[in-house]
T-cell receptor, first 112, second 113 residues
Framework: ETGVTQSPTHLIKTRGQQVTLRCSSQ?????VSWYQQALGQGPQFIFQYYREEENGRGNFPPRFSGLQFPNYSSELNVNALELDDSALYLCASSSQGGSEAFFGQGTRLTVV | AQSVTQLDSQVPVFEEAPVELRCNYS??????LFWYVQYPNQGLQLLLK??????LVKGINGFEAEFNKSQTSFHLRKPSVHISDTAEYFC???????????FGAGTTVTVRA
């Protein structure tokens, strides 16, 4: 059974650019959630995808968008990057109705 | 909406001593509570969870937590820590019908020899 995998592990972008982060969910999981963890803080919920549809959204602007594919993998896209977008982005997968979320290793995004 | 507060930002502790990390939650509905550990440059690993039933929950690596509804607390404990327990610990919660986890700000545990 493979766990949640994210790519890339690190990347550096310039302010104003766009970025795409990727997540492969754990085998058997159909729900993917994305979280942003700024340095020294707890993770903050961005949104969740279930059956290729956005299932809930946190307090993030529309330039944060996502996709879920038929194999349940997911992408997080961020447009018009700002310096404050620098953070660890965590993906978590779960089964719909399941109690537990399993997290990937995260992608460390640095915006300069 | 569910909110979670971790009362200690940093906890230094000597090896083989006990440790307690405090977490309070606020919710008027049935709540699920979790403790996660994060090692440097890694993701989150689940230590234990409370869904219902027994208020004393045992997790991995010798950790346990007690759900206290009257005090709206879910404190994490370990009777004897190791150097390898040095990490960031996060308390998280969600309503039983909710889809998102709300996390506390984290507690940094530093174990010294």
């Amino acid at each position: 059974e493979t766990g949640v995998t994210q790519s890339p592990t690190h990347l550096i972008k310039t302010r104003g650019q766009q970025v795409t982060l990727r997540c492969s969910s754990q085998s058997g999981h159909n729900t993917v959630s994305w979280y942003q963890q700024a340095l020294g803080q707890g993770p903050q919920f961005i949104f969740q995808y279930y059956r290729e549809e956005e299932n809930g959204r946190g307090n993030f602007p529309p330039r944060f968008s996502g996709l879920q594919f038929p194999n349940y993998s997911s992408e997080l896209n961020v447009n018009a990057l700002e310096l404050d977008d620098s953070a660890l982005y965590l993906c978590a997968s779960s089964s719909q109705g399941g109690s537990e979320a399993f997290f990937g290793q995260g992608t460390r995004l640095t915006v300069v | 909406a569910q909110s979670v507060t971790q009362l200690d930002s940093q906890v230094p502790v000597f090896e083989e001593a006990p440790v307690e990390l405090r977490c309070n939650y606020s919710s008027s509905v049935s709540v699920y509570l979790f403790w996660y550990v994060q090692y440097p440059n890694q993701g989150l690993q689940l230590l234990l969870k409370y869904l219902s039933g027994s208020t004393l929950v045992k997790g991995i690596n010798g950790f346990e937590a007690e759900f206290n509804k009257s005090q709206t607390s879910f404190h994490l404990r370990k009777p004897s820590v190791h150097i390898s327990d040095t990490a960031e610990y996060f308390c998280a919660g969600r309503g039983s019908n909710d889809y998102k986890l709300s996390f506390g700000a984290g507690t940094t545990v530093t174990v010294r020899a």
